[in-house]
Each structure stands twice: as structure tokens, then as C-alpha cells.
């Protein structure tokens, strides 16, 4: 077991569906065995004030189809700081902790690095609705937020058609295009814009102009939250054209965060816990698990931050394909 007795867990950044699953599988793996599992309460802040408390198997009982983290998560930018990161491994030393899980995005990840490069034993699993972590296929939460997603697209879409307009929808995903590029292509929308590839608007107006002259009832409009045109000024410059469809703007926001997680974001959940355990039991620490094909990989966390997660180039030719 590598001298390690007691683990503590802890989730940071943005909640996502999953991260009370993969809590709860590092809990029951540690149990199994037979280390002492620790939760740590409202990420970095509450490993810097000590909120640290004992898990057994029975505390994360009824949470797996739970949305969010019963931890609860918190943003802390001072830990990048060296003298919060002393704070938190002093922490760790008077619970007699040896070992960390984080589960949360590629800011948490990167704090997980700044630990392991201090010598805590870290290990990393990407929690995030973004997928815009760097070496695995899916990030817990991405699968939930596009099924939201999906269905609120629908949705807006049988009342775009009943009243022949065009609507765009603003959707999450920070810097990273992934959420609004797989959800359009599978609600049939007319164009996704990512912050990956600028666009102009003479080029959506053209875009909803085609959708309008081709006889088309409605037209959807999926645009990233970090793209580089905003919902507004799109509607504004649509309305301008004045090109036949109304326009109208819905923006998801943390809806789509919220909610139980899928089958897939379960058993990903599950997965990547009791791998992240085994990591530990084998000695491992600067890793993150990480999806490959079906399989459950580990990455070197120097090699996963830093790096862009790039949106399959084939998606963009799908489109051409499927709108034409
Ligand atoms: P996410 O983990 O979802 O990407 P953030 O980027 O907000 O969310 O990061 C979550 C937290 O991780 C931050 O509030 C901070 O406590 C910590 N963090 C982020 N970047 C770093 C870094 N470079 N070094 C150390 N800690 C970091
Ligand atoms: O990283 C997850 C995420 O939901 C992003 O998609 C979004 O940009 C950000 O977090 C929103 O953060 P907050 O909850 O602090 O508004």
C-alpha cells in the first residue's frame, strides 16, 4: 500500500454531474482497502481552514443519482499562491493525511500539480460540464449538461418552427467550443459558433439567410459562451438584415450544470474513483485518470495542463454535410 493510511478527497471549480459518484467510489475503494477516507469541504478554501471530516461508506450512501457535490466546491485563486499552498499541505500534515484526490477541471487540476510538485501524493480526475480537459475522451458531467442541453434545444425548437423564427441559444463551456459543436450537430441546428473559429457576422446573416430562402420553418443558432460573437449582437445584426425570421435569444446558463447524471457520467464517476485508489495504492501521484477508447488510462498532470483539448476537426464537415 505504499505507507498510505489516510486519503482525503475533495471537489473544486465548477460543480458537475458525477462528482458525488466519484466521490463516492474514492470512499468506498479507500474503505475497501482499508484506508481512513477524509472529505475535504468547499475545495482548496476548506483544505486552507481545516473543514476536513471523516467519509465512511454509509455518508456517501444515496448519493450517486445526485447532481452537484455534497462536499460542496468553491473557487480560491490565492492558491496559486506558494504561501496557501504551504497552508494547505500543513493542513494535511496535523489530520495526518498522506494522500489527495481533486476531482474538478484544469484549474483544479493545476492545483493539484502545484501540491504534487510540493510532494503531496495527488492524484487528478477531470470534473467538468467543459470537456475542455486535455487527454481524456469525456470529463465527468459532459454527458448530463449536452443531454440538458439537447433537450432544451428541442424544446425551443418546436416553438421556433410554430413561429417561423430564428433562435440563438447561448450555452456554457468557458473557452471551449465542445458543448455548443455536439449539441448542435445533434439538434440539427443550422450553425454552432465556437470560440475555436471566429466568425463574422456577415457570415451568420448568410448562414440564416440560406435557412430562410431554402423554406426552412425555423433556424437554431448554438453559440459558446466564449465565442467570439455574443448573443446580442448577433439578434442585433439578424434584425437589422431584417432576413424573415424573428429572432430570439435564450441563454442556458447554469441549467445546464445542474441535474442527475446519466448512466455514462456514473459509471465514469465510479470508475475513475476507484482507478484514482488504485493509482494511489500503486505508489502513483501527478496523475489524472483519464478516458481512452472504453478504457480507464492515467496521465502525467505536467502533461495534461497548459494544453488546449481540441474539438474534432471532422465535426465542422458534418455540418456542411447536414445542412446543405
Ligand atoms: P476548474 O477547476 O473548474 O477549471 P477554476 O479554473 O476556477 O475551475 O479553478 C478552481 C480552483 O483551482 C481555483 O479557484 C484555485 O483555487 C485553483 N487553481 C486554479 N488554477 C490554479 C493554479 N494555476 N495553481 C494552483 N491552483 C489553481
Ligand atoms: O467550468 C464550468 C463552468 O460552468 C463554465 O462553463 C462557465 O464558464 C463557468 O463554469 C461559470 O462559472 P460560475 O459558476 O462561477 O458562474
Given amino acids: 500500500m505504499s505507507e498510505i493510511r489516510r486519503v482525503a478527497v475533495m471537489t473544486s471549480g465548477g460543480d458537475s454531474p458525477g462528482m458525488n459518484g466519484a466521490i463516492r467510489a474514492v470512499v468506498r475503494a479507500g474503505t475497501y482497502y482499508d484506508l481512513e477516507v477524509y472529505g475535504i469541504r468547499q475545495a482548496y478554501r476548506g483544505l486552507v481552514n481545516g473543514d476536513i471530516e471523516r467519509l ?105 418552427s410554430s413561429h417561423e423564427r430564428v433562435f440563438l441559444v447561448e450555452v456554457m463551456g468557458n473557452k471551449c467550443g465542445y458543448l455548443a459543436m455536439v449539441s448542435g450537430l445533434v439538434t440539427g441546428a443550422e450553425f454552432m459558433i465556437i470560440p475555436e473559429e471566429e466568425v463574422t ?72 474513483g476507484v482507478a484514482a485508489v488504485n493509482a494511489l495504492k500503486e505508489g502513483k501521484s501527478g496523475v489524472m485518470t483519464a478516458l481512452e477508447g472504453t478504457d480507464i488510462v492515467l496521465r502525467n498532470l505536467e502533461e495534461v495542463i497548459g494544453k488546449q483539448r481540441p474539438i474534432n476537426p471532422g465535426y465542422s464537415e458534418l455540418l456542411k454535410i447536414l445542412t446543405r
Fill in 56 to 160: 465512511d461508506t454509509r455518508d456517501v450512501a444515496g448519493i450517486i443519482q445526485a447532481g452537484g457535490t455534497f462536499l460542496q466546491t468553491a473557487r480560491l485563486p490565492e492558491f496559486k499562491e506558494e504561501a496557501y499552498q504551504r497552508k494547505a499541505i500543513r493542513r494535511l500534515n496535523e489530520h495526518g493525511i498522506d494522500a489527495l484526490v481533486v476531482i474538478g477541471g484544469d484549474g483544479s487540476l493545476s492545483g493539484a500539480l502545484a501540491l504534487h510538485q510540493r510532494g503531496v501524493k495527488v492524484i487528478g480526475i477531470p470534473g467538468s460540464i467543459d470537456n475542455d480537459i486535455w487527454g481524456t475522451a469525456s470529463s465527468l458531467g459532459v454527458d448530463t449538461a449536452l443531454d440538458t442541453i439537447i433537450e432544451a434545444i428541442d424544446r425551443l425548437r418546436d416553438t421556433a
Fill in 201 to 272: 457576422l456577415e457570415h451568420v446573416n448568410a448562414v440564416v439567410e440560406d435557412a430562410y430562402m431554402k423554406g426552412k420553418s425555423h433556424a437554431m443558432i448554438v453559440v459558446a459562451e466564449g465565442a467570439n460573437l455574443k448573443c446580442q449582437q448577433i439578434a442585433e445584426s439578424l434584425s437589422a438584415h431584417d432576413i424573415g425570421f424573428e429572432v430570439r435569444t435564450t441563454i442556458l446558463g447554469h441549467v445546464v450544470r445542474g441535474g442527475r447524471p446519466t448512466t455514462f457520467d456514473r459509471l465514469l464517476a465510479t470508475r475513475f
